[in-house]
């Protein structure tokens, strides 16, 4: 056709408008179909979650928008949105029969676009291209204003020429931007010039995420923009635009999580995410936007050395322990004022996610969002045993502003065991202080300077397939109140997880003193998470990513719900730890602090339980890479 | 003439199947998504109203047999049947069942109360009105058929 956009479909936006249907009910499924020809779209349909997830896996660029119910058996189509909207960046549009408001709102909350109610009229089919457009143009926004005023001119002057994916393609935009993926076209659309010049929809790997949470760690969240991630990630065919929608996507999920975390009272930070082993991705996506968030909290001074790898408890299963365990920590901590009320950001809270296997990514509640700023640092399993030892205390999170800096030191053998007093981390405060050999965490107060969580941590810890980001150092969780439960060898997540690592969390989980109490929350989920704390210096690089991570969550929010949803990752609410866990450490020290959350509020963190869980984790920074192992579930045990 | 006729059988029975529609209706058998569906009937689906009601009914006599097993004898696994219900309920939704829909949301609440009674009572209208709905649509839709569409049966003159 005459322009560039032109394609078969073209010649009336939205028309050939690419739909995935998901829906467990083969009737419904063969009625919107119907309608949705009617509308003149194109429609693929598919009976279960999972098999939507291949499909939009393997055909990065093949649909445009999708539109799911909420009852599915193999999934729940929450966590389906999730991962759609991390993964592919794609809208989602929920349906369901039931209409009731909370439900709308946790879509609304999981990131869908629009939530329908069954039956669906044809007139509301009609306009699910807005959705599509409207994410067009916002990306469009991102653009640097010379391209993104061509490309508004462009969505202006024809939304016919977008019919090929909607996108906004247009030569001079796409010029300057590198694609990532080159599979442009649309299914059918031979866009010969647009392809090149579409905006490949980036899939945002486990690797590039890290990358990414990596590199937003390192500028600092408060200074965070698209380009500066870009030209840090130095992923040469990532345009800016990528960036800066997954940055705002990132943000966006922090934030839930950090709502959730203040919904949800419970501390669950840790949730445990059921997402049956989802890709990691979808677990970074998690992560990104904890990192995001809390860097938007924290000075930005995270220099967290490491990366900013968020562990992210991808299995499920190994999230059980773990994860509760060490999202308990800091979210104890912080919060509730934890007692002690970390106010002024020491506390370094690394925000881990564990992701085990690329499962159930979403942080879990909890374990973020609490660690609250001071910084608890969680001083690398290694030190857990020293350090820690002192804080026996019963992390209650009251790390006092600061002291609760327990230094990285990430020694592999952990001795997690020790770590259960450790874990005490309401005890850190006192011997936490100095070890801040890993980071610099950056005090709220600016008491202190940077943490720099030097030992090992300065290694961008993943290193593995895995691709787990590693669990920042587990931040001083000084409110950690130990849970017995938590961190159970619940940790079935990737099987990686290094032995020591396992053992410190397992330490850890055990050790969480008495004092914490015990929370249901945590569930032996975050054992999984601790687990992937790559004792060794991964964690202190990732530790600090974690930090930041978790911190940019909190401050994003008030770092309670930052908390919360850092750790939970999940949107569940953190009540359910008992999904997958994700477990963000966060350094919390620069988030915190300035958020002034100082105690990120984790409100539930202040349960005991929550802490209690954390502290194995917190521990150590969790290198994701390291599948939580089992074993280490059985930490807060 | 034959034609005629056959326009005029053809009328009849048109008026036959719509009074029959209409019944349905007034009757509240079913709801205005069944005209949704009838109204996605084009050249491509021409019966796409039964077609999916075929669908409708396989499914959901499955569905029935399930809940039937699952309250053979207690105890009663309340998820279970909770989760066959919603999905009866949503499918009677997506065809404009409206019977089976109510009674089903009914017995969902009864569910709810966990009065075994009332939750076995009701299932059995619900069963009821299944079973009504489809002694009502096999006729139509046969008619129907036979009927033809409007116009068609009028062959050019």
Redesign the interface.
């Known amino acids: 056709m005459e322009s560039s956009f032109s394609s078969p479909r073209n010649d009336s936006f939205p028309a050939g408008l690419r739909v995935l249907v998901v829906d467990?009910?083969?009737?419904?499924l063969?009625?919107l179909e119907?309608?949705l020809k009617?509308c003149s779209y194109e429609v693929t349909t598919c009976g279960l979650a999972t098999e939507a997830l291949c499909l939009l896996r393997e055909k990065k660029n093949g649909y445009d928008i999708v539109i799911s119910?909420v009852?599915m058996p193999d999934m729940d189509g929450f966590k389906l949105l999730e991962h759609v909207g991390l993964e592919m960046d794609l809208p989602v549009i929920m349906m369901s029969?039931?209409g009731e408001t909370s439900r709308v709102m946790k879509g609304v909350q999981h990131g869908a676009c629009d939530y329908l109610l069954?039956?669906i009229?044809?007139k509301e089919l009609r306009n699910i291209w807005q959705h599509v457009f409207r994410r067009k143009i916002h990306e469009i926004k991102d653009i640097e204003s010379h391209e993104s005023l061509e490309g508004i001119q462009l969505i202006r002057s024809g939304s016919d020429q977008y019919d090929e994916g909607y996108f906004l393609s247009s030569d001079d935009l796409t010029s300057s931007r590198k694609r990532k993926d080159v599979d442009n076209k649309y299914d059918d659309k031979d866009f010969a010039d647009c392809s090149s010049t579409k905006k490949a929809r980036v899939v945002w790997s486990v690797d590039l995420h890290q990358k990414f949470v990596k590199a937003v760690h390192q500028i600092g969240f408060d200074k965070v923009g698209p380009k500066k991630i870009l030209d840090l990630m130095n992923v040469p065919w990532l345009t800016r635009e990528n960036v800066a929608s997954h940055l705002q996507k990132y943000r966006l999920y922090l934030g839930r999580l950090q709502k959730e975390n203040d919904l949800t009272s419970s501390f669950g930070g840790m949730k445990r995410s059921n997402s049956p082993s989802k890709d990691a991705q979808g677990s970074f996506g998690l992560q990104n936007s904890i990192s995001i968030q809390q860097n938007d909290l924290a000075h930005g001074s995270f220099r967290v050395s490491g990366n900013n790898l968020i562990a992210q408890c991808v299995d499920p299963k190994s999230h059980e322990g773990d994860a509760k365990g060490i999202v308990s920590e800091p979210v104890a901590e912080i919060k509730k004022g934890s007692n002690g009320n970390i106010p002024d950001s020491q506390k370094t809270r690394s925000l881990q996610m564990v992701d085990f296997n690329n499962s159930c990514v979403e942080p879990k509640n909890g374990v973020i969002g609490n660690v609250p700023d001071s910084q608890k640092i969680r001083i690398s399993p290694l030190d857990f045993n020293n350090s820690y030892a002192e804080t026996k205390k019963g992390l209650n999170g009251n790390i006092p502003d600061s002291q609760k800096i327990m230094t990285p030191q990430v020694r592999p053998s952990h001795s997690f065991t020790s770590v259960e007093s450790e874990v005490n981390f309401t005890e850190f405060e006192s011997t936490i202080r100095t070890k801040y050999s890993w980071n610099e965490i950056q005090l709220k107060k600016e008491q202190k300077p940077l943490i720099q969580l030097n030992s090992g941590f300065n290694k961008p810890p993943l290193s593995g397939p895995h691709n787990h980001f590693q669990v920042d150092r587990l931040q001083s969780i000084p409110s950690i109140s130990p849970r017995p439960s938590i961190v159970e060898g619940d940790v079935t997540g990737p099987a990686k997880s290094k032995p020591s690592y396992s053992e410190y969390i397992n330490n850890q989980g055990s050790q969480v003193s008495p004092t914490i109490s015990t929370a249901d929350s945590f569930p032996d989920q975050i054992k999984s998470c601790v687990v992937n704390h790559q004792v060794s210096e991964t964690i202190s690089s990732s530790t600090s990513n974690m930090k930041n991570q978790g911190f940019n969550l909190s401050s994003v929010t008030d770092l309670e719900s930052a908390q919360r949803s850092l750790i939970v990752g999940s949107a569940s609410p953190f009540a359910s730890l008992d999904d997958d866990f994700q477990i963000c450490w966060f350094q919390g020290d620069c988030y915190g602090m300035n958020l002034g959350l100082q105690n990120i509020e984790f409100p539930e963190y202040n349960d005991p339980a929550l802490i209690s869980e954390v502290p194995a984790h917190l521990y150590d920074a969790l290198r994701f890479d390291y599948p939580c192992d089992v074993t280490h579930q059985n930490i807060l045990s | 003439m034959s034609a005629e006729i056959k326009k005029m059988e053809g009328n009849s029975l048109r008026e036959q199947v719509a009074a029959m529609r209409q019944s349905l209706f007034d009757e509240e058998i079913l709801d205005k998504q069944f005209v949704q569906m009838e109204e996605l009937e084009d050249v491509h689906n021409p019966n796409f109203a039964e077609e999916l009601m075929t669908l409708y009914f396989r499914d959901s006599s499955k569905l029935l047999v399930s809940v039937e097993k699952a309250l053979e004898r207690p105890p009663y696994d309340a998820n279970k049947l909770d989760k066959f219900l919603h999905q009866l309920k949503g499918s009677s939704a997506s065809v404009g069942a409206n019977k089976v829909w109510i009674e089903t949301n009914k017995m969902r609440e009864a569910l709810k109360a966990e009065d075994v009674e009332r939750i076995k009572n009701q299932f059995q209208l619900v069963k009821r009105a299944h079973k009504t709905l489809k002694g009502k649509l096999e006729p139509y839709f046969h008619l129907l058929r036979q009927a033809g569409p409007a116009d068609a049966a009028q062959p050019p003159e």
């Open positions: 467990d009910d083969p009737t419904w063969k009625i119907k309608m009617k119910d009852n029969v039931d069954k039956p009229r044809m």
